[in-house]
């Protein structure tokens, strides 16, 4: 397969230690024993970025995304010799959107101030709640008071954005509880906002525990609630998760529901790459130990095929209010809209998918049955080719 124009292409970099492991989270992070390894890291990060750049000839980083774990566990030091030495071997937009993610146990605001001086634009907060039984039983090393602070200072520290993450749907939680939460967070006027609902994931300590959630009449209930208070307050519903103030999405995390590609570096990262020739998928190994001794680092790569090629850019763009253009689509899969009539014609029928001109999306309807709605289309792609692409 040839696609058009390769996708704009972002950097994420892993850093996969937290204070300790919270009893919901699947991500790769591991509880830190002791001091962490910063300058042994760091020179693993940029050794691995040296090594992948050659793929990727002329291409332009637009956004750059310190993911984990807990990334502000690092100095702001750190993070400025990393950004450094990113500058050094690729070319940054000029408008280079960059996000941390800062967990509000682990922070002041001095080092708010460090992560803005290094670079930093945008800041990610992990509040998950604002009432203190929620976040004891959500393990997290912070109360609301810290949670409140970190808000502030995150608002006072002089970042072009910044967002909070908050939980819904936890244990014991009552709908008034959820409300207030997001009624809490909205009076720091954050300019964007994600609201996750808790979704137990197998491996983790909840899964082997599990706790007793609000039933999903409720859980809908906290949502459309939610949804209506940032509406009322100026945020835009622009994806499943998100809301932000006009002006205020998340660039970094538009690029993946828009199927762009991203070169992941640290241990356990993920990257997506296009060439001229297709769509590949590359994990790093999980082992930190093994990603600073430079030992194996490619854990695996896998060229995807054309039908999940479509399948993956549909399980992305579906999730954004705005769903896809004819010519993202085209770009991105090589397909136009008439080649997979097949696949669209029942989703639309039904009212699950809109079409507008050269506008394709999942209507209100289609978007509460999401999950239903891509285990139709993962059926309806296997009639693509399955070869590699
Ligand atoms: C990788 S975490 C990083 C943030 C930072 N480590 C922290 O926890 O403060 C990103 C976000 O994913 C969300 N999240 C993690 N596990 C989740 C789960 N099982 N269900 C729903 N949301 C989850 C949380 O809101 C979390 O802030
Ligand atoms: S939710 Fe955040 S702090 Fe908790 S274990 Fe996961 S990455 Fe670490």
Not at 76 to 100: F, K, P, Q
Not at 120 to 138: C, E, W
């Amino acid at each position: 397969m040839t696609t058009g124009s390769l996708p704009p292409l972002s950097l994420y970099i892993h850093i996969p230690w937290c204070v300790a492991k919270c009893p919901y989270c699947d991500f790769h992070s591991l509880a830190r024993r002791g001091p962490l390894p910063e300058g042994p890291y760091i020179r693993a990060l940029l050794d691995d970025l040296e090594h992948s750049r050659g793929g990727l000839p002329g291409r332009e980083i637009g956004t750059i995304f310190f993911g984990g774990g807990t990334p502000s566990l690092f100095s702001g030091s750190a993070i400025a010799e990393i950004l450094e030495g990113v500058n050094r071997r690729m070319a940054l937009a000029a408008d280079c959107e960059i996000t941390l993610e800062a967990n509000p146990g682990t922070i002041d605001s001095s080092r708010f101030r460090a992560f803005r001086e290094a670079g930093v634009t945008r800041l990610s907060l992990g509040v998950q709640s604002l009432h203190d039984p929620s976040l004891r039983r959500l393990g997290r090393i912070h109360d609301a008071r810290e949670a409140h602070n970190a808000m502030e200072a995150a608002a006072g520290a002089g970042f072009r954005s910044f967002n909070i993450d908050l939980m819904y749907g936890l244990p014991d939680q009552t709908a008034a509880q959820a409300q207030a939460d997001v009624r809490a967070v909205l009076a720091v006027d954050p300019p964007h906002l994600s609201l996750y609902e808790l979704t137990i994931e197998a491996h983790t300590a909840f899964a082997h525990d599990p706790p007793i959630l609000p039933s999903e009449d409720e859980r809908m209930a906290i949502e459309e609630a939610a949804t209506q208070t940032a509406g009322s307050a100026g945020y835009d519903r622009y994806e499943v998760s998100a809301y932000a103030r006009p002006g205020y999405r998340c660039a970094h995390n538009l690029n993946y529901w828009r199927f762009g590609d991203y070169l992941g570096i640290g241990a356990g990262a993920h990257s997506k790459l296009t060439d001229g020739q297709g769509v590949t998928r590359v994990v790093r190994n999980t082992d930190p130990v093994g990603y600073m001794a430079g030992r194996d680092r490619i854990a695996s790569r896998r060229r995807l095929a054309r039908r999940d090629i479509v399948f993956e850019f549909l399980l992305n763009a579906l999730r954004l209010s705005e769903g896809f253009t004819q010519d993202v689509l085209r770009d991105r899969t090589g397909y136009d809209f008439m080649d997979l009539e097949s696949l669209w014609a029942p989703a639309v029928a039904r009212g699950l998918l809109g079409r507008e001109h050269d506008r394709m999306y999942a209507t209100p309807l289609g978007r509460r049955f999401l999950d239903a709605l891509l285990a139709e289309f993962l059926t309806a792609t296997e009639i693509l080719p399955a070869e590699a692409s």
